[in-house]
């Protein structure tokens, strides 16, 4: 009979941290500068050189402690990790081992309608390495140090994941988390979160856990999904042929879908950790703690709630809206700007999904201003264009996020209002279509959309449909 395997999973989530500059020097941490310019003796491990750590760097992790249920180390430390490798010029990263910022969090995550914890073993802050860049052509090795020493927390989960659908639902959680705290843009393609998956596999009823591999270079959620599956089962295969998992690192290769062994995996000793001697230790007083927690933005959870309380929107619009901070705060912003909710939402749910769609971007990279979108919906309101306008207006803010009322006065997109001058046009169109008006009055009620086509058509789109409509019958019925 074949067994029945269970797959454990526990995450390492590295988060760069959005701060100006480093967290030992006052380099940017801008991403994309020419190589080596956001460098200087501290972030390249000149001798000599000394780290001053950035307050910033302290309160956004706590932060994110305070959000994921954590105790927080109000005396902490930091300690060199010891290896040699060309990215990381001091041949040691300053992290924390022994004192990790925070400990003991938890955060809840649905999969199915199944509610869960995942603990969070630890948070802990650390430095970021320089970045190798392997150049096939003249068979050479750079490195630019511009990331080194950009703010990192690490957040170390404990082993409560079952499957890739629990562990995309706690990546979720956590990008949603830091997000709203503006900790961190969490982008997984542009390595501003990267997760490594730790994974054994037991079988079902077993008590002791399997040995481990840890996966990295993940770079989405599918690959993520795709990496799971493929370990789960080439642990599986070891198994039941007798041989055994090897504790090790394996690097993910998402175009061939397989991964191989990069390094058997070190235990802490080897790392020779020690306490930085250079770096006093952190402590974070009640008050600083509770100024912290007083700065503390809404969470969507929280977000989630009010909306349901506030707005008559449904449920699935609000999931959607809160589902990036991005969206939630254009929803918001419109909607203190005069505009009435659930318009907001329609325009965010309909036209906004379906230009991201056609554009393929995500809700995060959306450059329109709420401003912009709220003086369109005003516009409605005040019949100063129609909705068909309305929507080729909002086309060129998606894009451009150009001024709606410039635009339209510029293009002479406004409806025009004049009774009179419509209803000119509209008795030529009577004239001019006696099969549509002789349908109708033989009792063809959908003739008349033909009719108000016509009329829009001959008004190139600037009349109010529903005046089209009135004037229409009105005539007709003379
Ligand atoms: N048997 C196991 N099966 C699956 N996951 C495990 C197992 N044992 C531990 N883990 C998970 O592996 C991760 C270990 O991360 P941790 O940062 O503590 O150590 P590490 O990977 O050895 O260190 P490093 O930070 O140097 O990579 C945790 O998320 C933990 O939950
Ligand atoms: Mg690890
Ligand atoms: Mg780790």
Redesign the pocket.
């Given at each position: 009979m074949s067994k029945t395997y269970e797959t454990?999973?526990?995450?390492?989530v590295h988060v760069e941290l959005a701060t100006k500059t480093k967290i030992f020097c006052g380099c940017s941490t801008a991403f994309g500068g020419a190589p080596n310019t956001h460098t200087c003796p501290v972030c390249t491990g000149m001798p000599g050189s000394l780290p001053v750590l950035n307050k910033a760097v302290v309160e956004k992790a706590v932060a994110v402690g305070l959000a994921t249920n954590c105790t927080i180390t109000q005396n902490c430390k930091f300690d060199r990790k010891n290896y040699f490798y060309p990215d990381n010029p001091q041949n040691y990263q300053i992290s924390q081992l022994y004192y990790p910022i925070c400990r003991n969090g938890k955060v809840e995550i649905e999969v199915d309608g199944n509610k869960k914890y995942v603990r969070i073993?630890e948070i802990h802050m650390e430095e970021d390495a320089g970045k190798l860049v392997h150049d096939p052509y003249t068979d050479s090795s750079l490195v630019d140090y511009n990331r080194s020493g950009v703010p990192l927390i690490?957040i170390?989960?404990?082993?409560d994941m079952r499957s890739a659908e629990e562990v995309i639902a706690y990546l979720e959680k956590l990008r949603l988390i830091i997000q709203y705290l503006g900790a961190s843009d969490c982008k997984l393609n542009e390595g501003s979160m990267r997760a490594?998956v730790?994974?054994?596999v037991r079988e079902v009823g077993a008590e002791k856990?399997?040995?481990?591999t840890?996966m990295k270079n993940l770079n989405s959620f599918k690959a993520i999904a795709r990496a799971i599956e493929n370990e789960k089962e080439r642990q599986i295969d070891l198994i039941e042929s007798g041989e055994k998992v090897i504790q090790e690192t394996r690097r993910w290769d998402d175009t061939k879908e397989y991964s191989y062994a990069m390094r058997s995996?070190?235990d802490?000793q080897d790392y020779r950790y020690f306490p930085d001697p250079d770096l006093v230790p952190v402590m974070i007083s009640d008050e600083w703690m509770e100024e912290i927690r007083s700065r503390q933005p809404e969470l969507r959870d929280e977000k989630r709630i009010r909306y349901k309380e506030e707005y008559d929107i449904p449920d699935y619009d609000i999931d959607i809206l809160t589902n990036s901070k991005k969206l939630a705060d254009i929803f918001e912003e419109a909607i203190a700007l005069g505009a009435a909710p659930k318009k907001v939402s329609n325009w965010l749910m309909v036209e906004t999904m379906r230009l991201m769609k056609e554009a393929s971007i995500d809700a995060d990279d959306l450059k329109f201003s709420a401003k912009n979108l709220a003086a369109i919906i005003k516009m409605v309101d005040d019949k100063v264009i129609n909705g068909t306008v309305a929507k080729e207006v909002f086309e060129k803010v998606f894009a451009e996020d150009i001024d709606p009322e410039a635009y339209v006065e510029e293009h002479g997109l406004k409806t025009v209002n004049d009774e009179g001058a419509l209803r000119t046009v509209i008795l030529d169109v009577i004239e001019k279509n006696p099969k549509s008006v002789a349908d109708f009055k033989g009792g063809k009620e959908k003739a008349i959309g033909a009719l108000v086509g016509q009329t829009m058509k001959a008004m190139q789109g600037k009349a109010d449909p529903s005046e089209v409509n009135r004037i229409l019958r009105e005539e007709l019925s003379k």
């Open positions: 454990v999973i526990g995450l390492e073993h690490e170390v989960s404990e082993p490594d730790n994974l054994s856990f399997g040995t481990r840890e995996k070190e802490a």
